[in-house]
């Protein structure tokens, strides 16, 4: 089955010490989202990209970078995970940019002790 | 304020029961109307979209768009347990425009 998949679904790190996690799709969609969720709180966008084009959205934190090597892999790194991080964080990929639909991945539990 | 407003619930119904969750929202450009499910532990899954005003109906769903009130809504016909999940509304002015999600209403169907 074509999907979006994150790994790893769980993920503890320290405070301040860099981590990434990893989205790959085999729908071959030329945007990729990342969005972070909090408990009980709306997913907030932190940047997409569409093919190779990074559009950040401009109260993501500096904290926050991310790759995408090819069309079907996307990274997301944070440099000095603060506890304020610790977050569902959920890549999305559409087929277009004006795409209405987004098909989410299952998402990467970030705990920072 | 924020720019979409959604009641996080919980709300627990009996089954067969006709469910209705809510969204409110204050940016009068927006112009696409989401509903996405998000089970536990699972990301988010669109279930349908509005155009502008109207209701579109899809099964036992019905999505209804009131711009005037700037309200939207989703009707489950025969909820059953199944339904039990966490429902997010999302909106965007085109769409070239990001979503903008509610903070997502938890409902759970009890047999």
């Known amino acids: 089955d074509a999907m979006v998949i994150q790994n790893p679904r769980y993920q503890v790190t320290q405070f301040g010490k860099p981590v990434t996690l990893s989205c790959s799709q085999t729908l071959n969609h030329n945007v990729m989202y990342w969005y972070q969720q909090k408990s009980s709180q709306a997913p907030k966008l932190l940047f997409h990209y569409y093919d190779k084009d990074f559009n950040n959205e401009a109260d993501t934190p500096d904290n926050f970078q991310s790759r995408r090597p090819n069309t079907s892999f996307c990274f997301l790194d944070i440099r000095s995970p603060g506890l304020g991080d610790a977050a569902m964080y959920l890549c999305a990929t559409s087929r277009e940019a004006s795409a209405i639909e987004q098909y989410f991945g299952p998402g990467t539990r970030l705990t920072v002790t | 304020q924020k720019e979409v407003e959604q009641d996080p619930g919980p709300l627990s119904v009996p089954e067969g029961a006709i469910v209705s969750l809510n969204c409110t929202y204050s940016?009068?450009?927006?112009?696409?109307f989401m509903w996405y499910r998000q089970y536990s532990r699972k990301g988010p899954e669109l279930l349908m979209y509005t155009y502008s005003s109207g209701n579109k109906e899809d099964g036992r769903f019905t999505a209804q768009v009131d711009k005037s009130s700037k309200y939207i809504s989703l009707f489950i016909r025969d909820s059953q347990p199944s339904d039990s999940a966490t429902y997010l509304c999302a909106m965007s002015a085109s769409g070239y425009n990001k979503l903008i999600f509610g903070a997502g209403t938890r409902l759970a169907v009890h047999p």
């Open positions: 940016n009068s450009a927006f112009q696409y």
